[in-house]
């Protein structure tokens, strides 16, 4: 009896470890692919390459189409043939090293999750809000509690998930590039 009176006392002086699981590191191409919508030559995805270790993936979005919803995937695993998704019901936050820069940054950029299936993603919110001064050209750690993106209604699957998402509203056509790295979850 007194053992666990003791472990009750510890629980309550020392709070429970928790474990960070890496989904991509950025130091090599994702095991899945990137993508971006709409389609075209003005946007594009690519990993760093450069004679110091890669710092992340570059999203660039150059010249963007006004009056234009940008979007654009990045998966860490593979969604076909094998299926290799994340299961995120253990954990409480998604985190992501990420930069943003450009001469015409959009109003907002927005961050979802997705599970494999057609359309099956969480809302999306406002990464301005997990990474205050994002458009300052400096690396910001933008850490999203999963609770804000998980809503009823979604086809989401927490046990399925393998990609995020970023997009952003271009009124008058975007310049900008979105570096990301180190995305895990705790």
Same mark, same amino acid.
């Given at each position: 009896?007194?053992?666990?009176?003791?472990?009750?006392?510890?629980?309550?002086?020392?709070?429970?470890?928790?474990? #960070?699981?890496?989904?991509?590191?950025?130091?090599? &191409?994702?095991?899945?692919?990137?993508?971006v !919508?709409?389609? /075209?030559?003005?946007?594009?995805?690519?990993?760093?390459?450069?004679?110091?270790?890669?710092?992340?993936?570059?999203i660039? $979005?150059?010249?963007?189409r006004?009056?234009?919803?940008?979007?654009? %995937?990045? &998966?860490?695993?593979?969604?076909?043939?094998? $299926?290799? /998704?994340?299961?995120?019901?253990a954990? #409480?936050?998604?985190?992501?090293?990420? #930069? *943003?820069?450009?001469? &015409?940054?959009?109003?907002?950029?927005?961050f979802?999750?997705? !599970?494999?299936?057609?359309?099956?993603t969480?809302?999306?919110?406002?990464?301005?809000?997990?990474?205050?001064?994002?458009?300052d050209?400096?690396?910001?750690?933008?850490?999203?509690?999963?609770?804000?993106?998980?809503?009823?209604?979604?086809? $989401?699957?927490?046990k399925?998930?393998?990609?995020?998402?970023?997009g952003?509203?271009? *009124?008058? %056509? %975007?310049?900008?590039?979105?570096?990301?790295?180190d995305?895990?979850?705790?």
């Open positions: 009896m007194t053992a666990l009176l003791c472990l009750a006392s510890l629980a309550s002086v020392y709070p429970p470890v928790e474990i #960070r699981r890496v989904l991509w590191d950025g130091e090599k &191409q994702a095991v899945g692919v990137g993508w !919508s709409p389609q /075209g030559a003005d946007m594009k995805i690519e990993v760093l390459k450069s004679g110091v270790p890669s710092r992340g993936s570059i660039r $979005f150059h010249a963007a006004p009056e234009t919803f940008v979007e654009c %995937g990045w &998966q860490w695993a593979p969604w076909y043939p094998n $299926f290799e /998704g994340t299961d995120l019901t954990y #409480r936050t998604i985190e992501l090293r990420v #930069r *943003a820069q450009g001469p &015409q940054l959009p109003g907002d950029l927005l979802s999750l997705a !599970s494999p299936g057609d359309h099956h969480t809302p999306r919110v406002s990464l301005k809000k997990y990474a205050k001064g994002l458009y050209g400096r690396w910001h750690l933008a850490r999203i509690p999963l609770k804000d993106l998980y809503a009823p209604e979604m086809k $989401f699957e927490p399925r998930t393998i990609q995020i998402i970023l952003a509203w271009n *009124a008058k %056509g %975007g310049d900008f590039t979105v570096e990301l790295d995305l895990a979850v705790r």
